[in-house]
C-alpha cells in the first residue's frame, strides 16, 4: 500500500512515523547511514526522505519522488534487482528478530518492509502470509488502535485486494480507512491512501456509488496535502481514471490519464512501475474513446516496459499482455488478440488463480473474441466456467457477472441456441434495468438486442428450415 512511506510533509504527526525507524538503524549495518541521519539533523534538516533512503533504498536512486513511491525496490528496477533486494529485505528480517525478539517494533517495520516487497514481486501470499503476521504482532504489542496497527491492516488489505479476495480486502481496508480517519486524521496521508485502496476495491466489487466520493476525496485530500505530483496524488488520481471509466464518462477519463501521465513523468524516472501503470491507464481511455490504433501503441510498449522491468512471469506483466490483447479485439484483429488472450489465461490461471478477477476478465475476452471471431462452440464452455465463477466470485447482480452471462447469451446465438440465448438475454437486460436502471448505457444496449432478436415463430422453425436448405442443397446436381 502506498501509504508505508516517507513523504514531504514536516508536520509533527508525520515525524514521529519515524521515530521506529530511526531506532531500527541502531545495528552495526547501518552505522554509516546513520550518521548520515545525525549529520542531516544537525544541518537542520528534515529526517524522513533520509531514512527512507537508509532503510529502503540502499545504495540506490536518491531522487525524493522514488523514494516515496509505495514500490520498496531501488531505481533502476530489475527482476534480478527485486530477487536480490527482496532476499536483502529477507536477512533484515531475520537479523533484527535475532537481535531483538520477534515483537519489537523494528522488527514489525522490518517485516512489514518485507511483506511489501513480497506483494511488489507478484508474490501475493507469501506477502499475505507475512502482513498476517504482522498484523497480529501489532495488535498484542501496539494495540488495535495504534496508527501503524492501523496502517499494517490497510497494507494486508491492499495485498488481499491485488490477490483477489475481494471481501477479506474490502473489510480489511475499511477498518483500516475507517481506524486512521480516527486516529490520524483525514488529512493525514496513511488514511488517504488507506480510502483510496477501499475505494478501489470498492469499484472492483461492483459498487461503483460509495465508491465514487471516496475516490474524490482521496484525491482532493492528497493534492491539498502532498502537492499535485506526489506519488500518492497520482495514485489517486489513476484510480480516478479507472471509475470514470467505470461510469462510462470516458472522455473525462481521458483527460485525467493524461494529465496523470505527465504528474508520473515528473514524478518517476521512464520505466518505473509506477510509470508505466499510469500509460498503461491512458491506453484503456484510449481505448474506450475509440482511439484503438493509440491504445495499442501505448499498451505494446508498457507490455515490453513490464518485461523488462518485472519480467515476463510478473502478474503485471501478463495482465498488462491481456489488456494488449483486449485492445486489439476493441480494434477487430481477433487474430492477434486470440493466442496473447489464450497465452495470459493460461498464465494466470497458474500464477493467481482461476478465481481471480482478472484471469476471469481474462476469459471472458478470451470468449468473446472467440465469438467474434466465427468460433462461437468455442466459446459457449469458457463462458458457461466464467459465468458461474463470476457469480461466486462477485455475486449474481455484479456487473462483471452480468457482462459475461450478457457474452454467453452472445455465444450461444452465434451457434444458433436461439431459445437459449433469448432466454439469457432478457435475465441480463431485467438485472441490468434492476441494478443500474432504465436509462443506463449498458440497459438501452441489452433493450436493443432482444428487440432485435429474430421472433418466436422463426426461431423455433430455424431447425427444420436449415434442415431443409441442406436436403436441398444434396438434391441440387
Known amino acids: 500500500m502506498r501509504g508505508e512511506h516517507a513523504i514531504p510533509f514536516k508536520s509533527a504527526s508525520c515525524r514521529e512515523k519515524y521515530s521506529n525507524d530511526i531506532a531500527a538503524l541502531g545495528a552495526a549495518h547501518w552505522h554509516e547511514r546513520c550518521q548520515l541521519i545525525g549529520q542531516a539533523a544537525r544541518d537542520g534538516q528534515w529526517l524522513g526522505p533520509t531514512v527512507r533512503m537508509a532503510l529502503d533504498h540502499r545504495g540506490g536512486h536518491t531522487r525524493d519522488m522514488v523514494e516515496n513511491s509505495g514500490f520498496p525496490f531501488s531505481w533502476p528496477i530489475s527482476p534480478e534487482s527485486i530477487a536480490q533486494e527482496t532476499a536483502g529485505f529477507e536477512r533484515d528480517l531475520a537479523r533484527a528478530e535475532a537481535a531483538r525478539g520477534p515483537d519489537a517494533r523494528p522488527v514489525l517495520a522490518a517485516r512489514s518492509r518485507l511483506g511489501r516487497a513480497y506483494r511488489c514481486a507478484g508474490r501475493y501470499q507469501d506477502a499475505i502470509a507475512l502482513q498476517q503476521e504482522n498484523l497480529q504482532e501489532s495488535l498484542r504489542v501496539l494495540g488495535p488502535d495504534h496508527r501503524e496497527t492501523l496502517v499494517a491492516t490497510a497494507g494486508l488489505g491492499a495485498t488481499l485486494l491485488v490477490a483477489g479476495r475481494l471481501t477479506d480486502a474490502l473489510a480489511a481496508l475499511a477498518n483500516g480507512s475507517a481506524?486512521?480517519?480516527?486516529?490520524?486524521?483525514?488529512?493525514?496521508?496513511?488514511?488517504?491512501?488507506?480510502?483510496?485502496?477501499?475505494?478501489?476495491?470498492?469499484?472492483?466489487?461492483?459498487?461503483?456509488?460509495?465508491?465514487?466520493?471516496?475516490?474524490?476525496?482521496?484525491?482532493?485530500?492528497?493534492?491539498?496535502?502532498?502537492?499535485?505530483?506526489?506519488?500518492?496524488?497520482?495514485?489517486?488520481?489513476?484510480?480516478?481514471?479507472?471509475?470514470?471509466?467505470?461510469?462510462?464518462?470516458?472522455?473525462?477519463?481521458?483527460?485525467?490519464?493524461?494529465?496523470?501521465?505527465?504528474?508520473?513523468?515528473?514524478?518517476?524516472?521512464?520505466?518505473?512501475?509506477?510509470?508505466?501503470?499510469?500509460?498503461?491507464?491512458?491506453?484503456?481511455?484510449?481505448?474506450?474513446?475509440?482511439?484503438?490504433?493509440?491504445?495499442?501503441?501505448?499498451?505494446?510498449?508498457?507490455?515490453?516496459?513490464?518485461?523488462?522491468?518485472?519480467?515476463?512471469?510478473?502478474?503485471?506483466?501478463?495482465?498488462?499482455?491481456?489488456?494488449?490483447?483486449?485492445?486489439?479485439?476493441?480494434?477487430?484483429?481477433?487474430?492477434?488478440?486470440?493466442?496473447?488472450?489464450?497465452?495470459?489465461?493460461?498464465?494466470?490461471?497458474?500464477?493467481?488463480?482461476?478465481?481471480?478477477p482478472t484471469t476471469l476478465a481474462c476469459r471472458t475476452t478470451l470468449g468473446t473474441a472467440y465469438v467474434n471471431a466465427g468460433r462461437a462452440a468455442e466459446a459457449v464452455p469458457v463462458l458457461k466456467r466464467v459465468s458461474a465463477a463470476s457469480e461466486r466470485v462477485f455475486g449474481p447482480d455484479a456487473r462483471a457477472t452480468l457482462n459475461t452471462r450478457g457474452s454467453l447469451a452472445r455465444a450461444y446465438a452465434g451457434t444458433k441456441r436461439w431459445q437459449k440465448a433469448t432466454v439469457l438475454y432478457r435475465h441480463v437486460l431485467a438485472d441490468y434495468e434492476r441494478t443500474l436502471g432504465p436509462d443506463h448505457s449498458m440497459t438501452r444496449q441489452y433493450r436493443d438486442i432482444v428487440a432485435q432478436l429474430p421472433p418466436w415463430w422463426l426461431r423455433a422453425l430455424s431447425p427444420v428450415i436449415r434442415t431443409t436448405r441442406r436436403w436441398r442443397q444434396r438434391r441440387e446436381p
Open 179 to 356: 481506524g486512521l480517519d480516527g486516529v490520524a486524521g483525514a488529512d493525514h496521508p496513511d488514511a488517504i491512501s488507506a480510502r483510496s485502496a477501499l475505494g478501489v476495491a470498492l469499484l472492483q466489487t461492483g459498487d461503483p456509488a460509495r465508491a465514487r466520493p471516496l475516490l474524490q476525496q482521496a484525491l482532493s485530500s492528497s493534492i491539498r496535502v502532498l502537492g499535485p505530483d506526489h506519488p500518492d496524488t497520482i495514485a489517486c488520481r489513476d484510480a480516478q481514471v479507472m471509475e470514470h471509466l467505470a461510469a462510462g464518462t470516458a472522455g473525462l477519463a481521458l483527460k485525467l490519464a493524461k494529465r496523470n501521465v505527465a504528474a508520473a513523468q515528473r514524478a518517476f524516472p521512464s520505466g518505473h512501475p509506477d510509470e508505466i501503470a499510469c500509460r498503461s491507464s491512458l491506453g484503456m481511455t484510449y481505448r474506450a474513446t475509440g482511439r484503438a490504433a493509440d491504445a495499442i501503441t501505448v499498451h505494446k510498449r508498457t507490455c515490453a516496459d513490464y518485461e523488462r522491468v518485472l519480467g515476463p512471469g510478473h502478474p503485471l506483466t501478463v495482465s498488462e499482455r491481456a489488456t494488449l490483447g483486449t485492445t486489439y479485439l476493441r480494434a477487430g484483429k481477433y487474430q492477434a488478440a486470440i493466442p496473447l488472450l489464450e497465452h495470459a489465461a493460461a498464465d494466470l490461471d497458474r500464477l493467481i488463480g482461476a478465481d481471480h
